[in-house]
């Protein structure tokens, strides 16, 4: 059975691009032909740039979002919820201060996992907004259970 594939081009920092930029028909997209193949078009089409360039093909009738990607984003915007829930509670004025949310094992926290308000220049610690961890999957659990706690 021939199906239609989405060819993108990939990055150097490994995103793809949001629209493809050929689409070929063929069986199978692992077979070493049907890459030989698409190399040999790309190249005829696009010039000898074309053979240096990255490449993800993706079967035309399947979703082309990359599921992982959708949940990892949703997961963020989450966990940054929690971050400014965290932060009001506080009562921190971080005006004119450029920060992040991150988890940290250091000096400033004993030398256990918490999740900190750092600076974004320089990863200076700002705040504890959480409480201290033995394990980075303690922290982990603990977040998750704050995005559901938040999610609700």
């Given at each position: 059975m021939s199906y239609n594939w989405n060819v993108y081009k990939l990055f150097s920092n490994g995103?793809?691009?949001k629209a493809p930029f050929a689409v070929v028909e063929g069986e199978d997209c692992e077979s070493e032909t049907f890459m030989s193949k698409v190399r040999k078009n790309l190249e005829e089409k696009f010039g000898a740039k074309a053979a240096l360039t990255k490449y993800k093909i993706m079967r035309?009738?399947?979703p082309q979002?990359?599921?992982a990607d959708v949940e990892k984003?949703?997961?963020l915007v989450l966990r940054n919820r929690v971050f400014s829930t965290k932060i009001s509670a506080l009562g921190l004025d971080l005006?004119?201060?450029r920060t992040t949310g991150a988890l940290v094992m250091s000096?400033?926290?004993n030398w256990k996992w918490?999740?900190?308000l750092l600076r974004m220049s320089s990863n200076e610690f700002i705040?504890?907004?959480s409480g201290e961890f033995d394990s980075a999957e303690e922290a982990m659990e603990w977040m998750t259970e704050e995005i559901a706690r938040i999610a609700k």
């Open positions: 995103n793809r691009a035309a009738d399947l979002e990359e599921r984003e949703k997961n005006q004119n201060k000096e400033n926290t918490q999740w900190c705040a504890a907004l």
